[in-house]
């Protein structure tokens, strides 16, 4: 049997008589006349060869078990329509298609998920793709094309094909486990040397070969945030932290903050970026200012002190 090409508005038919429970219904939805619901059903079902609804022995259609196969089908591929249909409005209104992002891994969390779920909300037809990178590699996902705009820190200078706009910062400070020997009150001048320090760092060109706030000659390089935070609360080593993500450790003891002669510690400001060549969106911008707004309140780090990072 040769199966014929149903309509998109029969398979809006079938799902308001299938949702509303009766023709009648389904006639008052779509402002049609129930003989119109009716023949667009029974036209689906000459097209699919199949019957779609059980009509005699009850005032109400019930569906068969053919039906109850090809409902869920049906909704994907209206929903899917609805989708295609909102999202090319939103290009006539000049909205991007997509937004790829990429976040310092020193961007709390907690704002990141916070800004993220509301932008879905907001912006439901816009696709998001997110990515979380440290130092130098924040910004090169933007230049190799991988990202339409980062939130990232301080460590690479004004770059010619990047527009910078300064968002916020987020405190750094240096900690080690309360066992260790710099977590002493008498620590001397030049003593962090004589011990392991913890660096974060990235495999990004832009940065190689740099060095960032590292005062020991002793020093373990991780490319995860997350792994040194756990080296450090075994007492293996120091190294700065962002004070929002050792917050819990200093108050329960775990951690201490260490009051070292140089002060390694700084504020890290973080900016958006973006390429020059591409300018920000209705989206892109919505994101800027709500990731603004939401690390003021997380951080309360004034980001014009700059400290020593």
Known sequence: MKIGDPSLDQLRIFLAVAEEGSFGAAARRMGRAVSAISYGIAQLEAQLGVTLF??????RPVLTEDGRGLLVEAKSVADGIDHLLAKTQSLHAGLESEVSLVVDVMLPGEVTASVLRDFREMFPTVALRLQVEALGAVAGCVLDGGAGLAIGGPVLSDHVQLERQTIGAVELVPVAAPGHPLASDDVLPGESRKHLQLVLSD???LTEGREFSV????????ADLGAKHALLKEGIGWGNMPRHTVSDDLAAGRLCELDLPEKPGANYTLSALWRR???PGPAT???IDAIRQRLAKCTNVDPSVKGAF
């Open 54 to 59: 059980e009509r005699e022995g009850s005032r």
């Open 203 to 205: 495999r990004s060109p």
């Open 215 to 222: 005062l020991s000659p002793q020093s373990w390089r991780l």
């Open 277 to 279: 060549d591409a300018r």
């Open 285 to 287: 911008s919505w994101l």
